[in-house]
């Protein structure tokens, strides 16, 4: 199993290594027939550096590693952000090997723009394929469970409910009876079935008070050459992608583990955050100009409303926006609701098409937030909700956004807060670059259609 594991690795590896030679040669060729570029030799060097740095940085994406349940929409989202390394690498050697570095950058771009696009449909045509071929039963994975826990039984759930896996659950081994799940003998035995049925892997399921078993059980899966997993038996305490840590020889999970925490994730969505956050500034200064007038005729007061909220790793900071409502006693305490009378004609005209908003791209490029991400909450409401409804701290493990998730479904303003918590919370668990775009797409449509009613 480990050998076929590692020949398709290197075919993957190599398939790739050669769409990149097949897309570079073309492009070359096509780009001097029409003098877009002047090919020297350099330019042949720089192209075998692209195709091998390319392939170098595929394998420490992990981009081979042939998880059976990781889903596609991660597939393709690790491949871009390695492509995305290339380009840059691919930038800082155009720019020191060859001339014409103007239209050398352009090239380039496209180049890793088109050997991207082969690389993803190859990867969805293959896992498309696989997933068939896991469906019909066949390059099946044999596992057995050992123990009949309530993760045991959730674990044969999800394996039935996802059979492009290809995970075959051959039975479980426990010393009870539990009428969801099928035995196949009991621990004491485990020996004899091992050697019996020969699974590929064998999964720990056990209650808490059998957690004396373990040990002997992992020595009996040792002995036979079985790999092993195991389902913690708090495993609804693990929302997130877990990742465990070594402090010493002791492994500790992480429970709260997500995708920003990744140093590269993070870059990405930085990058975009301080890209977008100034096209936004410098196309919108018009209307920030004369919102900024608009505010000052309409009502008395500073045109930008500066107003403490807690943002990533619960550290205060100030949010600007222009000011939507007459100077009052609850800026600081109180939730702007649909119908609310402190609002200016406005103000009102401002929240309604988000103007009231486009100061918060200050807020971004200085870093204190980010495009998209959970919205910021006032301390006040963050020490009343904290003890009130469950998880939600989470959401202060990143940056708050302009936009999220939340907003899109509509929950802002005086809206369902265990339902908006919900949806940052599984923006975090879930982020990719991806989703991201996919917000920022939806968020224009939403734009003009927002409300603060009360939303269950």
Known sequence: MNDGRIVSRYIGAFTDFLINISVILVAFKIAYENSFIVMTE??????????????????????????????????????????????????????????????NYVFTI????????????????????????????????????????NGAIEYVRQINDNAHFGYNIIGCVCDSENPKLKKIGTVSELDMILKVYKPHEVVLALHAHEDQKTLEILSV???????????????????SKSQIDMVGNIPVINTRSIPLDNMANAALKRMMDIIISLIMILLTLPIMIIAFIGVKISSKGPAIFKQKRVGKNNKEFMMYKFRSMRVNEQEDTGWTTHDDPRKTKF??????????????????????MSIVGPRPELPVHVEKYRKEIPLYMVKHQVKPGITGLAQ?????????????????????EEWTLFNDIKILIATPFKMFNRNEKYIK
């Open 110 to 149: 496209i180049l890793c723009g088109i050997s991207y696009a082969c690389i993803a449909v190859k990867k969805i045509i293959v896992t498309k394929i696989l997933h068939k071929i896991r469906i019909n039963k066949k390059n099946q994975k044999n596992i057995i469970i050992v123990g009949n826990s």
């Open 347 to 368: 103000g009102t005209f401002m929240r309604k098409t988000g103007i009231d908003e486009l100061p918060q791209f200050f807020n971004v490029l200085l870093g204190s």
């Open 42 to 103: 350099n330019s042949v060097i720089v192209g075998a550096l692209i195709v091998f740095l390319a392939s170098f940085i595929y394998f420490l994406s992990d981009m081979y590693s042939l998880k059976r349940h990781e889903r596609l929409i991660n597939i393709l989202v690790k491949a871009f952000i390695a492509q995305l390394f290339v380009l840059m690498f691919s930038m800082v050697a155009v720019a020191l090997f060859t001339s014409r570095v103007a239209s």
């Open 408 to 428: 899109i479904y509509g929950y802002r303003g005086d809206t369902s807060i265990e339902k908006r918590i919900d949806l940052d919370i599984k923006y975090i």
């Open 221 to 239: 899966c040792d002995r036979n050459g079985i790999r092993t997993s195991i389902v913690p038996v708090e495993y609804k305490y693990f929302k």
